[in-house]
């Protein structure tokens, strides 16, 4: 079926150092691709987001960049902080889902001291 | 005040027993989704709903139903719960426009079913 791949489940990073999650989707009618941010506790909050027309989209120390031919996209954390320590998500539009948002499985990232 | 507000927030319950988990929210999108999550990673879709008049099952919505009483709100049930449905359960919101749709989610109910 139509899915969302994600990789790895778990990132563990110096502070200062950089961290970079993957995903690769089915859909090469997908369009649009979100990355959520989910702190202890809380919902999964959006941090960023990419759409198919555009190869790369920076905002402060995040980034994602998109390769629609290869069918894969990543995040891109720079500098990272303790308060980066989360789990990510990835997800995209999945037109043969209805249009539905599909999620990857996660990355759970530890920013060490 | 939270858009995005689920009761209750933590429920424990004992197998065979029904119980509701509420969704509401003040953002005023069409589209409302229940999603659980297991200890660990991953978010999977149960149901979701486009508008008041559509109720659609999502891929795992086995044991489970949903009701939209009104555009802000849509509950959850589980007619008879068993202890593999101990899940964080999140609802989410979501409004599709021309960048794309983001969803916003809600501060989770944690259950546990004994």
């Known amino acids: 079926g139509e899915n969302v791949e994600q990789h790895p489940s778990t990132l563990s990073v110096q502070e200062g150092d950089s961290a970079v999650i993957k995903c690769t989707y089915s859909?090469?009618?997908?369009?649009?691709f979100p990355w959520y941010k989910q702190e202890l506790g809380k919902g999964p909050q959006l941090i960023i987001d990419?759409?198919?027309?555009?190869g790369e989209k920076k905002d402060q120390r995040i980034a994602v960049t998109l390769n629609k031919t290869a069918k894969h996209f990543s995040l891109h954390i720079t500098e990272t902080q303790p308060e980066d320590s989360a789990v990510y998500f990835c997800?995209?539009?999945?037109?043969?889902?209805?249009?539905?948002?599909?999620f990857g499985g996660g990355t759970r990232v530890l920013v060490k001291p | 005040d939270a858009d995005v507000t689920q009761t209750p927030r933590n429920r424990i319950t004992k197998t065979g027993k029904r119980i509701m988990l509420e969704c509401s929210q003040t953002?005023?999108?069409?589209?409302m989704y229940w999603y659980r999550q297991d200890p660990g990673l991953g978010l999977r879709l149960i149901y979701y709903?486009?508008?008041?008049?559509?109720?659609n099952k999502g891929e795992i919505s086995d044991g489970y139903s949903v009701s939209r009483q009104a555009q802000a709100k849509f509950s959850l049930s589980l007619e008879s719960a068993i202890p593999n449905q101990t899940a964080l359960y999140f609802c989410?919101?979501?409004?599709?426009?021309?960048?794309?749709?983001?969803?916003?989610f809600g501060p989770g109910t944690r259950l546990l079913v004994l």
């Open positions: 709903s486009f508008d008041v008049k559509d109720i």
């Open positions: 997800a995209a539009v999945i037109k043969a889902a209805g249009n539905k948002l599909t």
């Open positions: 989410a919101t979501s409004d599709l426009g021309p960048a794309g749709e983001t969803q916003y």
């Open positions: 953002k005023g999108h069409d589209r």
């Open positions: 990419i759409r198919s027309n555009v």
């Open positions: 859909d090469s009618a997908s369009n649009y």
